[in-house]
């Protein structure tokens, strides 16, 4: 069964900084692409982050809301994504989610064509 489940979600003040997870199980999880993903109260689905799997140096790309503040990186022999938040803001308040495609690549990463979901992590900020 393929599965992604995320974790290391919780309450931070702004500024603040955490460390999301999400471990793959099922199918070859460095193969493959892995987006991570948002979405606030009463708000839209919105991209936060890619990383591709085309070569052998990860590609990486980012939401210009958290470029400079998120990182995206995996362990590749541990099947587990991380994102690492820092310089939180009340504005990335949501429940974070990451999936696959199973593509290879980030074309068109924010774009609404992702197939395989984990259940979400919530991040709260406060201001």
């Known amino acids: 069964e393929v599965q992604l489940v995320e974790s290391g979600g919780g309450l931070v003040q702004a500024g603040g900084s955490l460390r999301l997870s999400c471990v793959g199980s099922?199918?070859?999880?460095?193969?493959?692409?892995i987006g991570w993903f948002r979405q606030a109260p009463g708000k839209e689905r919105e991209g936060v982050s890619c990383i591709d799997s085309t070569s052998s140096d990860d590609i990486t790309y980012y939401a210009d809301a958290v470029k400079g503040r998120f990182a995206i990186f995996r362990d590749k022999a541990e099947n587990i994504l991380y994102l690492q938040m820092n310089s939180l803001k009340p504005e990335d308040t949501a429940v974070y989610y990451c999936a696959t495609d199973y593509q290879y690549d980030c074309n068109n990463w924010q774009s609404d064509y992702w197939s395989q979901w984990g259940q979400g992590t919530q991040v709260t900020v406060s201001s």
């Open positions: 099922g199918f070859t999880f460095d193969n493959y692409a």
